[in-house]
């Protein structure tokens, strides 16, 4: 067990220190990150367990010093990354982009929009898709981030998602919410003992492929992941209550679907291919 957990977290931990390591982040700036969140986490535990989360608790459950967690404990709590109002809003206008019919070409692609106009221009869509936001700062920000090409009173999109090419903070802001995602839905799996409770989370992979076979794979996984992904947004924009206010219930969730693709080489010694399925 406890060598499947160290072997776990080294996998987790090496693509990401291989980004702090690109981005300048020294080891004991990431120590001191990792005390951070390990008091961080302790007492949310403790606390979910009924349990009062003094220091001298959270020292005990961490191994850090007493010293240590008091200290700790009196850094503020960062922001948890959640998507920026301008990020959800640009998903959702470059969705409709893809699926609704009056923004679409002849052959059912994004069509090139002209910025103004009341049906079919950019700042139609922006006006069905992003609520209130002007048309024109939502143009700013999805050129900013590399998502549109602006040419004269014209636009173009630049692929099929909102994934912000030229922002660095942006692309790290997915970094944190998007594997957080993941790593909490594979935590919830391991917690909950009804079959029913459990999140999905399906992956299938082959270990003995030709580098040949990699183009058709990505470009099926682009073409029917992104079918799929617009199936399911169809259905979540007529549940949100940012854009249908009529919209009743309780509470306030995130819920979402997310699906990447991945390669790597493998080693020789790798036994033949057979497919991974968790």
Do not use: C
Not at 14 to 32: C, N
Not at 92 to 105: H, I, K, P, S, Y
Not at 197 to 214: C, G, I, T
Request: hydrophobic letters at 40%.
């Amino acid at each position: 067990m406890t060598h499947m957990l160290y072997r776990a977290a080294r996998k987790i931990l090496k693509p990401l220190v291989r980004i702090l390591h690109r981005k300048g982040m020294a080891f004991g700036e990431f120590s001191q990150l990792a005390k951070q969140v390990y008091v961080e986490a302790s007492e949310e535990l403790l606390k979910a367990d009924g349990e009062r989360p003094t220091t001298s608790r959270i020292a005990i459950a961490t191994g850090l010093t007493r010293k240590e967690v008091a200290q700790l404990r009196q850094v503020a709590d960062e922001d948890d990354l959640a998507p920026t109002g301008s990020y959800n809003r640009g998903v959702r206008v470059m969705t409709g982009w893809l699926q609704d019919a009056e923004f679409l070409n002849a052959e059912g692609k994004p069509a090139v929009l002209p910025i103004l106009g009341e049906r079919g221009s950019f700042s139609a869509l922006v006006s069905r898709y992003s609520g209130d936001m002007p048309y024109r700062a939502m143009l700013r920000e999805m050129d900013r981030v590399g998502a549109v090409v602006v040419d004269g009173e014209f636009v173009r999109l630049l692929g099929d998602g909102y994934i912000p090419h030229a922002d660095e903070n942006e692309k790290l802001g997915i970094l944190g919410t998007d594997v957080s995602a993941l790593i909490a839905t594979i935590d919830h799996n391991m917690r909950v003992e009804d079959r029913r409770q459990l999140y999905f989370q399906r992956k299938v992979s082959y270990d003995n492929l030709p580098v040949e076979a990699l183009p058709v794979l990505k470009e099926m996984v682009g073409k029917d992941g992104m079918d799929l992904l617009v199936r399911f947004n169809q259905w979540l924009a007529t549940q949100d209550r940012d854009g249908n206010p009529q919209v009743g219930g309780s509470g306030r969730m995130r819920a979402g679907v997310g699906i990447y693709y991945f390669e790597e080489p493998v080693s020789e010694q790798v036994g033949k291919g057979k497919p991974d399925e968790d």
